[in-house]
């Protein structure tokens, strides 16, 4: 379970009504004694983040331009990434942002060799655990991970390159601060949360659902579990708007309407997930420390074809 997911639940709600006479859950109304949820700046903070994914965008076929690195060796990257950010036994955080990093270092040096394109990858993700974990690992075990194709100094040297390149900021907002927030919104269950967080480990890896803000892809891989965990909630023209109540369209931003499609593709990746070439982030939900998420019959049932 996420634990930062857990310490937003709360069991009750205040009513307000939004500027479009809709009426909403006030889900911070219960947190004001407890001063890690800062109930007080949340909204505001919300803000920010929204604002920042529209300063950070990763752009459409932001690898056109690229004479060697292709959208099918940048899924190679990722699942192989997400593979030692398991091994690592890191934070969902860690894995987000190293994809992030690696996207807008491509869509902003045009010239990466593939020689080097695990050098990138690998360090990206060494950069995203300086940045997110309190005691990352040393710099020796990423050495090492790669069966010393590269040294420690040709690491340092590419996360100058990479910071560069990004000009510095790791700020960028990920898909899982989003979706504790959209979880807390749905009063959502453990096991809608993990279905959330397994749909978007898998749209990390296609190249077609890059261009889309963490908010949204977020909001689409918890709109998706909801539908499939809660009841059958689809016909020819996509998933229903059953599950996705005013209050989740006001914090969230998004309609039910403007998730359909981006929910139809990421419910493509995991009906193909069993039987695809890239398998990390399939393996690693099967697992029962990830609730065998991935096993979940709902994601075998009619729901997924439609």
């Known amino acids: 379970m996420d634990r930062a997911f857990a310490g937003t639940r709360c069991s009750k709600t205040k009513l307000l009504i939004s500027k479009n006479l809709k009426v909403f859950k006030d889900i911070d109304a219960n947190d004001k004694d407890n001063l890690f949820l800062v109930s007080e700046y949340v909204n505001d903070i919300y803000d920010y983040l929204y ?5 950070q965008p990763i752009f459409k076929n932001h690898l056109s331009g690229q004479k060697e690195v292709s959208p099918k060796m940048r899924a190679v990257l990722i699942d192989w990434l997400n593979e030692v950010h398991l091994q ?7 894995f987000q942002l190293a994809v992030a990093i690696i996207d807008r270092y491509l869509q902003v040096i045009k010239d990466t060799k593939r020689t080097h394109f695990q050098l990138l990858g690998i360090t990206a993700l060494f950069i995203a655990t300086k940045y997110e974990v ?4 040393a710099i020796e075990d990423f050495v090492s991970i790669t069966d010393k194709i590269y040294t420690a100094r040709q690491i340092c040297q590419m996360e100058l390159q ?7 900021s790791l700020s960028r907002p990920l898909p899982i601060q989003f979706l504790r927030r959209y979880s807390k919104a749905a009063e959502a269950k453990d096991k809608h949360h993990s279905m959330a967080k397994y749909f978007i480990e898998l749209a990390a890896l296609d190249y077609d659902l890059c261009s889309y803000k963490p908010s949204e892809i977020a ?3 918890l709109f998706l579990s909801l539908n499939l965990l809660n009841g059958n909630y689809r016909n020819r023209e996509g998933f229903k708007d059953h599950h996705w109540s005013d209050t989740l369209s006001f914090y969230s ?8 499609p981006i929910s139809g593709k990421i419910a493509m990746l995991a009906r193909d997930a069993p039987k695809a070439k890239l398998m990390a982030v399939f393996n690693k939900y099967k697992d029962n420390n990830f609730q065998k998420i991935a096993l979940r019959p709902e994601l075998r049932s009619h729901l997924m074809t439609l």
């Not at 690592?88 to 860690?94: A, H, K, N, Q, R």
């Not at 931003?253 to 359909?260: E, N």
Request: overall charge negative.
């Open 219 to 221: 909001a689409a891989s």
């Open 51 to 55: 604002q920042l994914e529209e300063q």
């Open 88 to 94: 690592f036994e890191l934070i969902p955080e860690t």
């Open 162 to 168: 990479i910071l560069k390149a990004i000009d510095y």
């Open 253 to 260: 931003r998004y309609s039910a309407i403007h998730l359909r």
């Open 134 to 137: 309190q005691l990352p690992s």
